[in-house]
């Protein structure tokens, strides 16, 4: 818990400038309010961080196989696809935390930006009608 608190106040602390007590009540009362949101990108996140794991170490030991035993075909590879998956491990878990890192202060900026009301240049113009509350978000626009 301890954790999810920190990480997320160190994301608020990116995004406002305030200090670490003002920026963890913050991100707890953001969570707080969209619990809903903050779950379902949790559950989709951590379906995705599986999958893309997963396909990593997957398609390194693979591909390191068809490397070895191509350049080597006498060479019996079990030891050498061990050292794959290993390295592999390694390479996704530091992978996907960057990834899960870049969801969680993605869906802090997307929520603070539509609490705020900042409907700037920064907002491309497929995403602003998602931070218009005035317009349901499966409306289509019909500007053409």
């Not at 309010?33 to 599986?50: D, H, K, P, S």
């Not at 609490?115 to 240049?121: P, Q, R, T």
Request: net charge negative.
């Amino acid at each position: 818990c301890v954790k999810f608190l920190n990480k997320n106040a160190y994301i608020q602390i990116a995004l406002m400038g305030t200090n670490f007590c003002t920026s963890a009540k913050k991100a707890f009362f953001l969570i707080l309010r969209n619990a809903f949101r903050f779950g379902t990108v949790a559950i989709l996140g951590a379906m995705i961080n599986v999958i893309g794991f997963l396909f990593i170490i997957a398609v390194s030991v693979a591909l390191g196989y068809v490397i070895l035993t191509g350049l080597y075909p006498e060479v019996a590879p079990a030891i050498s696809l061990v050292i794959y998956g290993c390295t592999a491990y390694v390479v996704a878990k530091l992978f996907m935390n960057v990834f899960g890192l870049a969801v969680d202060t993605t869906l802090q900026c997307f929520l603070a930006c539509e609490e705020m009301d900042l409907h700037g240049d920064f907002v491309p113009s497929s995403m602003s009608r998602w931070l218009d509350k005035s317009k349901p978000i499966g409306a289509d626009d019909d500007d053409d």
